[in-house]
């Protein structure tokens, strides 16, 4: 029975092979076919499934997962293919419940591409965004997911396994999206956000060691030790050669809780009698780079400015976005301002944290480092010691990974006052 599908299948292919142009009959050359030619391919392996249909009592484990690839890059393979009693057991199903576009949600994507495509250490998982992939039995996903954003108290699961994880994920900030109905505490089993405690990764920022591995960001962080005189291992002249500006802000959300325009604000008038300003590119200031091309605003930004201002849109727990490293990756030092504890993402000297310094201040100081190029590269000695990267990649897998993870499964945890840990001024926001 299994090898005349089988050849019903190549014969299938074989039809198919001159008009994709393939070197060999396989499932990765057909995949390579024009467009058109997958509504040729669905309706052949749907007439090979129906030939065999009356034989066939089983479906075999590499079909099944073979399945599970295909679905995962192209859906309109799942009425062919799926067979919910024959589903890999080692699999862990995942329920997006709220909107996919959403981000993060759109990283995970549907099916197990995300998991392949990230090159996952650990690839057998499967997302759906369809509730009734199971039928009506939600109790048969391992993990339901529900986006902080846009989830709703009266939009819920009706029924839950003791089986399965609730998990909470958010990437904005927690002052800009409080949980205030109660109806969500006790509700979750895990969290996964830019939060350092949260059960599970999905932030902005990973660093790695010279050796490559991650070492950060953490709760306590054991840093290389800061030079405690000026290196000329640590000065590169070629750094500061070109620069005669002060500092530039790319923005466009002109309206935030932090406060941040007004402070930015303050600050250019501190620094007019320096001669000094910052620059406002974005919806919020005048100034204008191209995002692409050889006078991008990266390299603007790396060319012409001495500092770069991290400013977060709202306070809140390690709430530390990709600002950051728009200093870092284009050899500008940070000027942060935001509610995160710094040292958690950034050794010491490093950076400059607006928060602790006056406008008057903190135009000084900037005006001192501009005109000291030894003093200014020093902020730099991280370099020999780390990288900074964008963690999408992490992000990704650690949702599959917590799911495999055997010590994490076996403890079972619950928030059951979620909006206190969430945001603990809840009460101020909530009416």
């Not at 479906?59 to 890059?73: F, H, K, M, P, Y």
């Not at 405690?197 to 306590?220: A, E, W």
């Not at 941040?260 to 590119?281: E, H, I, Q």
């Amino acid at each position: 029975m299994g090898n005349q599908l089988l050849i019903t299948k190549f014969q299938c292919y074989m039809s198919l092979h001159v008009g994709c142009g393939a070197r060999a009959c396989g499932q990765r050359d057909v995949l390579e076919c024009p467009g058109h030619l997958f509504t040729n391919l669905f309706a052949c392996l749907y007439w090979a499934q129906e030939t065999n249909i009356q034989q066939q009592t089983s479906v075999t484990d590499s079909l099944v997962q073979e399945a599970i690839e295909n679905v995962g890059r192209d859906y309109r393979y799942e009425n062919v293919y799926r067979k919910l009693n024959a589903l890999p057991k080692d699999f862990k199903y995942i329920l997006l419940w709220t909107r996919k576009d959403y981000a993060p949600f759109y990283f995970y994507g549907e099916g197990q591409r995300a998991f392949l495509e990230n090159d996952c250490e650990q690839i057998k998982c499967y997302v759906a965004t369809n509730r009734k992939f199971f039928g009506h039995d939600l109790t048969k996903f391992d993990a339901i997911a529900f986006n902080g954003r846009n989830m709703k108290s009266n939009d819920l699961p009706s029924i839950r396994s003791p089986h399965q994880q609730y998990i909470y994920i958010n990437m904005e900030s927690a002052d800009n999206y409080p949980v205030c109905d109660k109806a969500f505490n006790g509700f979750f089993n895990w969290t996964s956000s830019y939060r350092l405690d949260s059960d599970i990764r999905c932030g902005y920022i990973v660093i790695r060691n010279k050796q490559g591995d991650i070492v950060g960001p953490n709760q306590k962080m054991l840093w290389e030790k800061k030079p405690t005189t000026i290196d000329e291992e640590y000065i590169d002249m070629s750094r500061v050669k070109n620069k005669t500006k002060a500092a530039a802000w790319f923005v466009s959300n002109c309206r935030s809780r932090s406060g941040r325009l007004s402070y930015a604000k303050g600050l250019m008038n501190a620094l007019k009698p320096f001669n000094l300003t910052v620059d406002v590119y974005g919806k919020c200031g005048k100034s204008r780079c191209p995002t692409t091309g050889a006078n991008n605003c990266s390299h603007l930004l790396q060319k012409d400015y001495y500092f770069y201002m991290s400013m977060e849109n709202s306070f809140d727990e390690d709430y530390v976005t990709e600002k950051l490293l728009t200093a870092l990756h284009n050899d500008v030092v940070p000027i942060v301002y935001g509610g995160a504890d710094y040292t958690r993402f950034l050794p010491p000297g490093t950076y400059i944290d607006a928060s602790k310094y006056h406008v008057t201040e903190l135009a000084t100081l900037m005006n001192n480092l501009i005109h000291s190029p030894k003093l200014y590269n020093q902020y730099f000695w991280w370099k020999k010691f780390y990288t900074y990267h964008n963690p999408l990649k992490e992000n990704v897998c650690g949702l599959c990974s917590a799911l495999h993870n055997e010590k994490m499964l076996k403890k079972i945890t619950i928030y059951e006052d979620f909006r206190s840990w969430w945001y603990p001024k809840y009460k101020k926001r909530c009416h």
